[in-house]
């Protein structure tokens, strides 16, 4: 499909189809050259501004498909004064036009690229403008809110004994629990879009590849019993009951017997930062043989801000139950040999991202909707604490408008042009 936006659309539809469609008509025509030779046959569709996808007339040309063919109408099309348009620019005239916010225009990409069943799902409800509806919900009560305290400002010599009235906790009260209502989905949103990356690392021999193998289902590393069998990284994405997850088996950690392996090692580290989850993997029949320091010791070169789980493999080998145990770091005991403790691995992984495979409500989201959400709500949390100090009105209406700005910048309301060129650059061409 060849598709044009603009005001010279009528004029470009009577130069290659020799007529303007009927608006919203399927028609069957045939697509000229500059002679009026037939280029190709196919639908031609006529959609009128402002009722179009861009908000602008819009011709969309649908073909045979095949590449020669589909060029030959596209470079007939730039003949006729288009030109190729940038990547996402539709969603952004789109935008621009009023058709979409920013949140909608980027569940379009999200829709494009969903992954799984539910993030298609969790793209089309914010497509169709749910996500911003309960945005715009906030900020209307965020609304109520400054209007309420302003006339408190405005007259402060009526007899209104604004910090006491119970109307005000209760106003509160409802937008925190909006925030957490939307803050849950939109996390939710967010985790089926980009997954959950989670790093395999630990000492060589542990049983690391061994246990990818086991988690994805199929021999994709290479196992042997000789350490050190895994120089480079090591990817692979897989659902877990809906939950994405892309894991990464590591090289083993230790002093590197050669350049390959030491590069290997760098790279394993350099991963290790970027992991939202360490699974830390030990062999489960040398704990006797280790302190409690040595442990200590390897956990302190892991990165602190990384949450880290530790998994005891080879407990076929040890005679121990698979089980579970949370304390400051959550520890399984597991066989990736025979599977045993597979199961609270897996669950433990979705309870730890907080993902609920029944979650119907999810709304796709991405991390700078997440920053705005999280910004919004601890500026709303600090002016209810305001409201403990005598007279400080004007303190509390200026941190719900900042409150407000941030919510805004989800939909486009605050949105700085480098933010939206960023966004839109992110998309495929003719999105």
């Known amino acids: 499909m060849v598709r044009v936006s603009g005001a010279e659309v009528s004029r470009i539809a009577r130069e290659i189809l020799g007529f303007v469609p009927l608006p919203r008509h ?54 006729l004064g288009c030109r190729m ?184 580290r350099a991963e290790l930062r970027q992991a939202d989850r360490v699974l830390y993997v030990q062999d489960a029949t040398r704990v006797g043989e280790r302190s409690a320091a040595e442990l200590a010791a390897e956990l302190e070169e892991l990165p602190s801000d990384v949450a880290l789980t530790l998994v005891f493999n080879k407990i076929d080998l040890t005679g121990a139950a698979a089980h579970a145990s949370h304390g400051a770091a959550t520890e399984i005991f597991l066989s990736a040999k025979t599977g045993a403790g597979l199961d609270l691995l897996r669950a433990h992984l979705k309870e730890s991202a907080g993902y609920r495979a029944s979650e119907s409500g999810a709304l796709t989201a991405r991390r700078r909707h997440l920053d705005a959400l999280r910004r919004a709500q601890v500026l709303v949390q600090s002016a209810a604490e305001v409201l403990r100090r005598p007279r400080a009105f004007e303190l509390f209406a200026e941190d719900l408008r900042l409150a407000q700005c941030a919510l805004g910048e989800i939909t486009g309301e605050f949105t700085s042009e480098d933010l939206l060129g960023a966004i839109f650059g992110s998309f495929c061409i003719g999105k």
Do not use: W
């Open 85 to 268: 348009a940038r990547p996402g620019e539709f969603s952004e005239r789109a935008f621009y036009n009023g058709k979409m916010d920013i949140a909608q225009a980027e569940a379009v990409a999200d829709l494009i690229d969903a992954g799984s069943v539910a993030a298609a799902k969790a793209a089309v409800r914010s497509m169709r403008g749910e996500f911003s509806a309960r945005i715009a919900e906030l900020q209307a009560q965020l609304t109520e809110l400054r209007a309420y305290v302003e006339a408190a400002i405005d007259f402060p010599d009526e007899e209104v004994d604004f910090l006491s009235s119970a109307a005000i906790g209760a106003r509160l009260d409802q937008v925190f629990g909006g925030f957490d209502s939307i803050i849950a989905a939109a996390r939710q949103g967010s985790l089926l879009r980009d997954g959950l990356t989670v790093v395999i690392a630990g000492k060589p021999n542990a049983g690391k590849s061994s246990l990818l193998n086991r988690l994805v289902g199929e021999e994709v590393a290479i196992v042997t019993p000789a350490p050190g069998t895994t120089r480079d990284l090591l990817r692979h994405h897989l659902e877990l009951d809906g939950l994405p997850l892309n894991l990464v088996d590591t090289a083993g950690l230790r002093t590197a017997s050669d350049e390959a392996e030491e590069e290997g090692v760098r790279r394993a």
């Open 26 to 79: 399927a028609r069957l025509a045939s697509f000229l050259d500059a002679e009026g030779n037939c280029l190709d046959q196919g639908i031609a569709l006529y959609f009128p501004a402002p009722a179009s996808f861009t908000g602008e007339d819009v011709l969309e040309l649908q073909g045979h498909g095949g590449p020669l063919v589909t060029d030959l109408v596209l470079k007939r099309v730039l003949e």
